[in-house]
Nanobody
Framework: QVQLVESGGGLVQAGGSLRLSCTVS????????MGWFRQPPEKEREFVAA????????DYADSAKGRFTIARDNAKNTVYLQMNSLKPEDTAVYYC???????????????????WGQGTQVTVSS
């Protein structure tokens, strides 16, 4: 059983920063590609960023480029999302997800991810 637990969400003012963490247990973390997704209020969940097993391949949604950084520490079974210059439109529940398929690169499609965390709320005030 794979479990993902996010932490680090909270309330921050526009222009501020937060670092989300997602710790994975149950299987070999270094064998997963990992992704971050978010669901704004009354909207569908959307892709934010993804990182390959070794960290050598990274992908960002346009909304995240230049402001967010995804990273992982395989020794700690943890993936991070550093979010800077936050905007009110970044307000959402943020989810991490694990892609356990043996594929060459990261993907954005949510259906390709096998395991999901419970989500952590990020609220950015103006």
């Amino acid at each position: 059983q794979v479990q993902l637990v996010e932490s680090g969400g909270g309330l921050v003012q526009a222009g501020g920063s937060l670092r989300l963490s997602c710790t994975v247990s149950g299987r070999t973390f270094s064998s997963f590609h990992m992704g971050w997704f978010r669901q704004p209020p009354e909207k569908e969940r959307e892709f934010v960023a993804a990182i390959s097993r070794t960290g050598g391949m990274i992908d960002y949604a346009d909304s995240a480029k230049g402001r967010f950084t995804i990273a992982r520490d395989n020794a700690k079974n943890t993936v991070y999302l550093q979010m800077n210059s936050l905007k009110p439109e970044d307000t959402a529940v943020y989810y991490c997800a694990a892609d356990v398929a043996f594929r060459g690169g990261v993907v954005r499609r949510q259906t390709q991810y096998n395991y999901w965390g419970q989500g952590t709320q990020v609220t950015v005030s103006s």
